[in-house]
């Protein structure tokens, strides 16, 4: 098995206007369009045209979901017609009857789509698209991908099991979240897939009126969140190692039970000191993560 190639993800601010391309170090490419913000990578002999088939379909991604926007901020959307928004819909419908709207598969479903567009009948052996953290993977037979993840681990994805997503939620991550995890990082089949597990067991990480955790509504932060009224974190004061301990516990739990439906392969999740995982994850310390 070749070794993998650890994935950086990315960090600055968007640009305005229309889809912004850039060349990046280490032959990846940086494409940015409003607040979607995607670093590309591939290896094989096409990898040019794989690039100019990821360039294409970025072009559109953005006016895609736009137009279908209050439908994808609805926990009960009807009709989506874009290929993207389906595929957002399709990867929360599992989780229901919690409350979940289409968005919180929207960076997972994003870089699953501009992935198939750069793979599509070409001959790459290796190739991702990071959506600032939320990773769709290709693998061609006896290769390997590695990511880092919080901590100082890092997860590596072979080609031989079945996951090709990658997503990470939390607490002070891009998005709201319900619960007080520092990060959890799910594996399954899809980036779609893993971005709604992981916001739903980042969700799940919690401490019900704990005293050290304060919640906002979530408008009041974000006028616009698909959340609404709902609470969302907004601060965690310390906590005992007994309190730690039972909201890894739930997190635990609410992955187990995904795990048993098989809507993931993977989880690890990060409180403070803590780390529980679950699953076929190679998770790995990388004394060389910087």
């Known amino acids: 098995m070749k070794s993998g190639r650890r994935v950086i993800v990315p960090t600055g601010g968007n640009k305005v206007g229309g889809p912004q391309i850039t060349p990046l170090s280490g032959n990846r490419l940086h494409l940015n369009h409003g607040p979607i913000d995607l670093v590309l990578w591939a290896e094989g002999r096409d990898v040019a045209q794989a690039y100019r088939q990821a360039m294409d379909r970025f ?3 953005l006016e895609e979901l736009v137009a279908e926007l209050p439908a994808l901020r609805s926990p009960a959307p009807k009709a989506l ?12 419908a599992p989780f229901r009857p919690a ?18 567009a ?41 080609h031989d099991q079945a996951p090709r997503g990658i997503a990470t939620s939390g607490r002070g991550g891009r998005s709201l979240s319900r619960g007080i995890a520092d990060s959890v990082t ?42 609404g009224d709902i609470l969302v974190t907004t601060g965690v004061g310390p906590l005992t190692q007994a309190g730690i ?38 998770l790995v310390k990388d004394p060389d993560h910087v």
């Open 245 to 282: 301990s039972q909201a890894l516990s739930a997190g635990e739990t609410a992955a187990r039970a995904y795990a048993a439906q098989g809507l993931i392969a993977g989880t690890a999740l990060f409180l403070h000191s803590e780390t529980r995982t679950l699953g076929t994850l190679s």
């Open 118 to 158: 750069m793979c599509n009948d070409l001959a790459l052996t290796r190739a991702y698209v990071n959506n600032g953290g939320d990773i769709a993977v290709h693998l061609a037979p006896g290769q390997s991908l590695t990511a880092a993840m919080a901590g100082g681990a890092r997860l590596v994805l072979h």
């Open 59 to 61: 072009a559109h991604v």
């Open 99 to 116: 409350f979940i709207t289409p968005m919180a598969a929207v960076a997972g479903a994003v870089a699953d789509a501009v992935l198939a």
């Open 186 to 227: 799910v594996v399954a089949r899809t980036a779609a897939m893993a971005d709604a597990a992981a916001t739903m067991i980042a969700n799940a990480v919690d401490l019900p009126d704990h005293p050290a955790i304060t919640r906002r509504p979530a408008r009041a932060l974000q006028a616009d969140s698909d959340l």
């Open 81 to 92: 017609q874009g290929p993207i928004a389906q595929a957002m819909a399709a990867a929360v």
